[in-house]
């Protein structure tokens, strides 16, 4: 017959072995890859930053597309930085634009 102690040391390795695969895995909304083409800048609505960290195994700019769609490009690519600061340069624009005071004809 197998002792408890021997039962529970076993149950308790597989549970810290399940935890820990669980908890490496990458998250299914991070991006495991970057494109390998360019995006046409008129293609994009958007974009949003994912970090390198212990659930998303690399850094990326996401962009979001008109089409609904999201690619995953790399950050160290300088069209990549190109797009993102045209998006920030139209937004600000649009920032600035919405402070002024409206002008009464």
Known sequence: MVSTKVTVT???LVTLCALTIQTSAVHPGCCRRHIKGKLKFESIKGY????????????????????GKKCCTDPALDWVMDYVNRIRYEAQKVHQNAQSPIKKH
């Open 10 to 12: 076993v149950i308790t």
């Open 48 to 67: 949003s930053v994912q970090l390198l960290t212990e659930m998303c195994p690399i850094s990326a700019i996401i962009f979001h597309l008109k089409s």
